[in-house]
T-cell receptor, first 112, second 112 residues
Framework: SQTIHQWPATLVQPVGSPLSLECTVE??????LYWYRQAAGRGLQLLFY??????ISSEVPQNLSASRPQDRQFILSSKKLLLSDSGFYLC???????????FGQGTRLTVV | QKEVEQDPGPLSVPEGAIVSLNCTYS??????FMWYRQYSRKGPELLMY????GNKEDGRFTAQVDKSSKYISLFIRDSQPSDSATYLC????????????FGGGTRLMVKP
């Protein structure tokens, strides 16, 4: 069966520090991969999606970037965090051509 | 107007009640319709999904899609305190990117 791993679960970082969140999927090949952000009490905002290695599409211009160095690995990064980057970050995957996505357990990021 | 509208609640019901959760949408091109359950500080968990239109039942849960009215529903029978969570509807196209568009979520509280 397929599983998705996302870490760390919680993170507190100072303003101006770098960020790297990692997500890996097991049990499937060539998945679509996504990064979402969820602000407190609000819905999910799509940040990035990828349909293959090295192929990244950005939905929202911001202080973040994403990379997909391997088929089942998706990384969310920032060179310098802002206070506004605080939030709940979720990685998700779907089968190519199917519109159903499965989520990881999320990373709660607090920028102080 | 948002692409997907969902009443944020909170919706408070007594244990054993039938719960009805709803979303409306504006884009007739959506093909996949999903319901996620999200407990506090956790990632969304896929409950049910429907491709195109019709009804789907899984235990105490029933999902309905009415594409002519652009309206989807999730019914929970014999609600339990463990059903207390935020319920998110989501929709997507049948294409390579499969990006999901979410409603803002409805917070449900089932009181013993």
């Amino acid at each position: 069966s397929q599983t998705i791993h996302q870490w760390p679960a919680t993170l507190v970082q100072p303003v101006g520090s770098p960020l790297s969140l990692e997500c890996t999927v097991e049990g499937t090949s060539n998945p679509n991969l996504y990064w979402y952000r969820q602000a407190a009490g609000r819905g999910l905002q799509l940040l990035f999606y990828s349909v293959g290695i090295g192929q990244i599409s950005s939905e929202v211009p911001q202080n973040l970037s994403a990379s997909r160095p391997q088929d089942r690995q998706f990384i969310l990064s920032s060179k310098k965090l802002l206070l506004s980057d605080s939030g709940f970050y979720l990685c998700a995957w779907s089968v190519m051509g199917e519109g159903v996505a499965f989520f990881g357990q999320g990373t709660r990021l607090t920028v102080v | 107007q948002k692409e997907v509208e969902q009443d944020p609640g909170p919706l408070s019901v007594p244990e054993g009640a039938i719960v009805s959760l709803n979303c409306t949408y504006s884009n007739s091109a959506f093909q996949y319709f999903m319901w996620y359950r999200q407990y506090s500080r956790k990632g969304p968990e896929l409950l049910m999904y429907t491709y195109s239109s019709g009804n789907k039942e899984d235990g105490r849960f029933t999902a309905q899609v009415d594409k002519s009215s652009k309206y989807i529903s999730l019914f929970i029978r014999d609600s339990q305190p463990s059903d207390s969570a935020t319920y998110l509807c989501a929709m997507s196209y049948n294409n390579a990117g499969n990006m999901l568009t979410f409603g803002g979520g409805t917070r449900l509280m089932v009181k013993p």
